[in-house]
């Protein structure tokens, strides 16, 4: 079945091939030329067109440059409109016989060239104007994913930081701990109001360094750390080279609630989350893993939930289709949810 864009495509060519035709048809009582002819010269006008379009690399070109794409154009433009006028200068003396070749001019041969030359140019135009259009339109529509995306983590991070429980967990460790370790008590306090604070300041930049991704990471382990005590075990080995290079924001605090909410919160022996990253083969490699063993009655997102979808469309919105995110089931006793995030050139 024809395409949305090849539709569009074909009713361009018959429209506008079609429509000079028609214009040059209603002149022709005052021209040499028969309507015919000109139909003729329509016909081959559209069929070296959709040659170009199939055979040189157009689609590239629209990426270009304005300057380096204007001078494709032009350069184009003369080459199909010599090609054009030869054509229709073949069919005008052997096929059509509208006049001989001893009545052929130079004079009359560069007039026509310069005629065709413009109507390539003009093809040519509307070819890369469209082309711009979609792209505009193509952008717009990823701007508007990428703002749902985020919107979308905003709400589902809210929401998970403001759950009732969470915050009565957190209220009851510091009314516990404000009598038996003040200061312990002052660091929770600390921890929840810079997750908090994070979580409302999200609506800044899309993407953070990695090292500050990494903080409110620690602000909010340090809370589940209170809830869960001895069965959270959290270790991290990031290298240098990695905390400067940009991320989503929310993205590893994301994974790292899917491994404690689906992982080491459900088991009563708890588990261990390690937060790794590498800089490898000019991409940052990040990974978040969970030892917890999970009896085989308890159910499992099939994907990692919302949570990762929506953190894995972030991904790919931001970091170009090469980023990726992959959660690794493969062994019973580990989950590893692993982030690959290609370096700027």
Known sequence: MMSSRARVYVACQLGGWGLYGLVNTLLAWSSPVTPLAWWLFCLSGAVLTHLARTRLPLRA???????????????????????????????????????????????GFVSSSIIWTLMMLMWLV?????????RARRAEL???KLEAAAQAAELRFLKAQLQPHFLFNC????????????????EVVTRLSALLRYALAA??????????????????LG????????????????????LGVSVPAMLVQTLVENAIKHGVGLTPEGGEVTVSARVRDGALHLEVANTATLPPTTPRPESGGVGLHNASERLRLLCGADASLHLDRTQAALTTARVRIPLPA
């Open 61 to 107: 070109w629209a990426a270009l440059p304005l300057p380096a794409l204007a001078v494709r154009v032009l350069a184009t433009a003369l080459g199909l409109g010599l090609v054009q006028d030869l054509v229709a200068f073949v069919l005008g003396v052997f096929v059509l016989r509208l006049y001989t070749l001893e009545q052929a001019s130079v004079f």
């Open 126 to 134: 509307l070819y890369f104007a469209i082309h711009a259009v979609e």
């Open 142 to 144: 990823e701007r508007w």
């Open 171 to 186: 209220l009851n460790s510091v009314r516990a701990l404000i009598s038996e370790d003040p200061a312990r008590a002052q």
């Open 203 to 220: 609506r800044g930049p899309e993407t953070v360094p990695l090292e500050r991704e990494l903080q409110v990471v620690r602000d909010y």
């Open 223 to 242: 809370l589940e750390g209170v809830r869960l005590e001895s069965r959270l075990r959290v270790r991290e080995d990031v290298e240098p080279a990695a």
